[in-house]
């Protein structure tokens, strides 16, 4: 069910993107009040601006006969002349007014090219609006499939871990309660035996040896739980505890450096700070 979640989200995050691209388009079947963007204080329609240019049309026959005449007359080259007698004006140009006239014109464009007849059917727009966007049902359609999508492998994610649970035994010695309650204890046992020791070397060699023990088992224990963490807390919840849980980690991790350095007071301290974390860890977890 995880794998159909999540190719689900990902077919439908794509169908999203590309419905999102449409979302200022505007169908020129649209009828003429809807163009209307505003009436100014003098009562005057203002109809909402096209982004780009829209319908192409050729150059008129008299328009070729000027450009030859102005290559005759040396203002232009052989190549500007064919260039422009063969260019494709709008019927709409970028930034001007969608005007009931414009639309109309826009309905009647039509350009015939090699491949047949090309029409309009659309004019890019600077406003958006729900009502003229023609793939607003993709754009939903995508967004129902998230969810759903999501749902599903929510739903799976807590499956697999209730089996994993159960197959523990229901035991909470693991479980990332109980894998943080380890490293919260470990610490405090290591602080309270370092204090009675009066070597620097067997203090910095007990901080190699016990931290060493705990990045290899509890603290690579409890970020394996990620998903675990995530099922019962959601993802906001996670973040939040992570941020604590990381922060303690760094000290615990640099306490360990710095003791393998044979520098034990700053390494203890780096448990101190660790230590304090870790209570904060634990009230974000309650």
Known sequence: MKLIGNLLMTVTLLVGLLAAATSYLASVEQPADAWIDYINTSGKEVYIHSNNPAGAKRVSDEEVASLHAMYEQGEITAQEMLTQSEALLPVLEGDAQITPEAVAALQANTLATDSGTREVKFVNVKRFSPFGWPYWWAFAISAVGLFTGSMMVRTATKKEIAAHASAEGGSSHDSPAGLLAQIRMGVDMLRSDLEKMTSESDRTHLIVEKIGDMQK??????????????????????????????????????????????????????????????????????
């Not at 690579?220 to 993802?235: E, H, K, N, Q, S």
């Open 217 to 286: 088992k509890q603290l690579a224990d409890f970020v394996d739980a990620r998903p675990r963490l995530i099922a019962t807390m959601g993802l906001g919840g996670y973040a939040e505890l992570m941020d604590r849980f990381a922060a303690a980690e760094r000290q615990i991790n640099r306490s360990w450096s710095i003791a393998a350095d044979g520098f034990d007071v700053e390494a203890m301290v780096c448990l101190e700070n660790a230590a304090h974390l870790l209570v904060e860890t634990q009230e974000k977890m309650a």
